[in-house]
């Protein structure tokens, strides 16, 4: 009677499979970590992907990846590129600070982020002479190049940059070459948008645009104001400023 007891106890708890099957639960879940850990995901996709994964808690079932809008998210699936066009902007960031580095210190080009994308500012000065659309290509030469590599990177192949051309308010002559500061900044602007396809920019990623006095950095009250005002922006634009 003790040894069928003891068969009988021994026939209890879960099925032999359900080792083997936990075992293999388990290397799954190490193999995904890994994956995560050793990959760069951004907080957006992060949670796009756990909002296909609604099967814990009071939720039930699960929802795949298509398109249309995630309201609990505000995102779609078609703004995904844009995130990637984002990330570009920052190696593009830390690749015009490396290479600008010393025209960063002498305050030739000057390198900023906003709501338009990333902003290279050429200073006019070192472009252009006085009242002048001509480039000084002996002073400028360096800096172009330099903008050419970074508007040639793999990875703004789908970006466009706009060119935009700034003056001070000091008006032109207007029986000279340029009319008005209209003229002149839009002038600016072709000359380096011309330079720029030489060094093989792709000429359907420009924009080109003169701005004249309408958009100053400083205060056109002193000489210093009105020279940092004298510029030509380049604009990395974000996908909603195409």
Do not use: C
């Not at 995560?36 to 939720?59: K, N, T």
């Not at 995904?80 to 025209?103: C, H, I, M, N, W």
């Not at 093989?200 to 645009?209: A, F, G, I, S």
Request: no cysteine; net charge positive.
């Amino acid at each position: 009677m003790r040894e069928k007891r003891r068969k009988r106890r021994t026939k209890g708890g879960a099925p032999d499979y359900m080792v083997t099957y936990g075992d293999v639960v388990t290397l799954l879940l190490a193999f995904f970590v890994i994956l995560l850990s050793s990959s760069a995901v951004s907080l957006d996709e992060l949670r796009l992907i756990l909002a296909s994964f609604p099967g814990l808690g009071q939720f039930y079932g699960g929802r795949t990846l298509e398109k249309g809008r995630l309201a609990e998210l505000g995102n779609t699936i078609e703004a995904l590129p844009s995130q990637e066009r984002g990330r570009a902007l920052d190696v593009a960031l830390r690749e015009a600070q490396a290479l600008f580095k010393t025209e960063l210190r002498e305050r030739k080009v000057r390198v900023t982020r906003d709501e338009r994308g990333l902003v290279i500012s050429l200073a006019g000065d070192v472009f252009f002479k006085t009242a002048s659309g001509e480039l000084n290509i002996e002073q400028s030469r360096s800096i172009l190049q330099k903008l050419a590599r970074i508007l040639t990177l793999p990875l703004l192949s789908k970006n466009i940059f706009r060119i935009e051309g700034h003056t001070d308010v000091i008006p032109t002559n207007p029986k000279g070459k340029w009319k008005s500061n209209w003229h002149l900044s839009t002038t600016r602007a072709l000359a380096v948008l011309g330079y720029l396809t030489e060094l093989n920019v792709n000429e359907k990623q420009l924009q080109v645009m003169g701005l004249s006095d309408t958009e100053p950095l400083y205060s056109n009250n002193t000489p210093e104001g009105r020279a940092y005002n004298r510029r030509v922006d380049v604009v990395i634009l974000t996908a909603g400023h195409l």
